[in-house]
């Protein structure tokens, strides 16, 4: 498993690590000792990709995932919506970001942009054939741009479609889908399943990203998630991926990024023992 911190342009927010121009952030997170990053874009159509690329490589510094999710808040663009140029537009936005994927063969994050059952009128089978749909369509387009998707599994308050793992396995199960992974985060599992350590080990085969954040959404050590439970059980089902830091930056982002990798290095150290 690589520890992965998070970081994005927008500035004037405390959620994620690392906030501002790559120029600034991406020799920082190497300095405090990172070597893995989900960078959190709006649009990609609209970054300096060559930039971003150069600095990465010019630090060391793997790109595992790409942060999508703030389309949905600012456009609404829904994989699952009834209207059709909704969806492609969605689609099209998507791929754009599998493009900045290509060099690291980095995970696209299908987390809110998946949209909701209400997006769709409320009109639980049209959403979901619609939804299934947009993501045979980023399938394909996934095999050709060589990169992985994740759909995000989330806790009822910001989904109302897929929210837990039994029903994600269920999902990728019925379908053929050849680069899509379930994509779990510690707070939605925190809020969803009865016993976190059983849940992931149902998963095995399935998981293709993680991320991590104590219950209150600060770096792991912080509240009383039990994240021991969660490293054991994706070590057992033989994870390999990222635990990206999703996690807000308080009470600062140097002093965040420094505790949580501290404190899951120490646990990924226990575990190899
Ligand atoms: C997105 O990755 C996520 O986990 C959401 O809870 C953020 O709103
Ligand atoms: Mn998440």
Redesign the pocket.
Known sequence: MIIATTGTLTTGST?LVYHGPYGAIIPKMAEDGYRAVEMHIFDSAEIDRKELWDLLKTHGIVLTSI?T?SVYDRLHYSLGAGDPAVRKAAIRHLEQHMITAEPDHALV?L??VAGRVSDCGGNLEEFQKYLTDSLYRLDELAVHHDVKLGF?L??RF?SDYLTRIEEGVAFLKANTFQRIGL?L?T??MNIEERNIGNAIRSAKGYVSHV?VADNDRWYPGHGHYDFRETLQALNDIGYEGALAL?TNCLPDERESAGKSLRYLSEMLEELSE
């Open positions: 959620f942060g999710g994050i987390g809110l995000e989330m806790n910001e994509h985060d707070v939605h991320h999703e």
